[in-house]
C-alpha cells in the first residue's frame, strides 16, 4: 500500500481533497507523476514525523515555542494564499514566497535535533517547490490550474473554519 493511501486512511476527507488537488498542481507543473508523488510523499511523512515527534514529548520548551509560531505562521499563509487567490489584483508573490521561506525555517528550527540530514532535506524540497517563482504564478494567474486550486482554496476555507489548521 502505498504512503499516500496509508495516510488517506488517517486524515479527515476534506484534508484528503488538498492532498489530491495539491498533487494533480505539481503533476500539471512539473509535467511529472513520478516528482508530484515524491513531492507529496515527503509532505506526508515530514508532518508524520512531526507529529509523532509532538505527540511523544520529544519537543523542549524553546521548541515548543516555536510550534506555536509556526503553527501561527503557516495559518496565516494559507489565509494570505485563500485572499490573494480570492481578491483580485492582491496577488504578491515575493510577500508569499517570504512568508514560506520563513515558515520553512521555523520549521528547519523545530526539528534540527531530531532530524537526519535527508529529513532536513525533505523539508527544504517541499518548502523550495512551493516558493519557486513560475508554480506560484501558474497557480495565481493560469486558467489550466483552477479546477485544481478551486477546491484547495474551498478546503483550506472549511479547515480554518473547522479549527483544523
Not at 507529529?51 to 509560531?69: A, W
Not at 515558515?103 to 525533505?122: A, F, N, P, V, Y
Request: proline share 2%; with cysteine; charged share 30%.
Amino acid at each position: 500500500m502505498s504512503s499516500k493511501k496509508i495516510a488517506m486512511s488517517f486524515i479527515d476527507e476534506t484534508t484528503g481533497r488538498v492532498l489530491d488537488n495539491t498533487h494533480k498542481v505539481l503533476k500539471t507543473f512539473k509535467d511529472s507523476k513520478k516528482d508530484a508523488d515524491k513531492i507529496l510523499k515527503y509532505i506526508i511523512k515530514s508532518v508524520i514525523k512531526l507529529g509523532i515527534m509532538y505527540k511523544n514529548d520529544q519537543f523542549n520548551r524553546e521548541e515548543l515555542n516555536l510550534v506555536e509560531q509556526f503553527k501561527q505562521k503557516f495559518h496565516s499563509l494559507a489565509m494570505t494564499f485563500v485572499s490573494f487567490y480570492e481578491v483580485d489584483f492582491t496577488y504578491d508573490k515575493n510577500f508569499l514566497r517570504k512568508n514560506i521561506e520563513d515558515c520553512r525555517q521555523l520549521l528547519q528550527t523545530i526539528i534540527e535535533r531530531h532530524s537526519t540530514d535527508k529529513t532536513k532535506g525533505r523539508v527544504d524540497l517541499v518548502f523550495q517547490t512551493f516558493c519557486e517563482p513560475d508554480l506560484l504564478d501558474a497557480i495565481f494567474t493560469d486558467e489550466t490550474y483552477k479546477p485544481f486550486v478551486e477546491p484547495i482554496i474551498q478546503d483550506l476555507g472549511t479547515l480554518m473554519d473547522e479549527n483544523k489548521f
